[in-house]
């Protein structure tokens, strides 16, 4: 007999952004609010310095990738497949 754990709500899920003006990293607090197309800002904090920092809210539109990629529509236009409708 095999006992399997699922470990999934004891996984943290965090991601990485970068804000586009300053080049800094943020941390992203809410993931649900960054997957959601209609919200327009995710709470966050920035990684600089030694100490954690304060959470604030950031515009989507202001961040991008590591990579420096912008975020896909998906994550940010309500209206993204409406092409795909009329057709």
Not at 57 to 74: N, Q
């Amino acid at each position: 007999m095999e006992i399997r754990f699922d470990l999934t709500p004891f996984v943290e899920r965090i991601m990485f952004l970068n804000e586009k003006t300053s080049g800094h990293m943020v941390e992203v607090l809410s993931l649900d609010d960054l997957f959601n197309l209609y919200k327009d800002e995710v709470v966050g904090c920035y990684q600089y310095g030694e100490e954690v920092q304060d959470p604030e809210k950031f515009k989507k539109s202001d961040l991008v990738f590591l990579s420096g990629e912008e975020l896909p529509r998906c994550w940010t236009d309500p209206h993204y497949r409406d092409n795909e409708l009329k057709r």
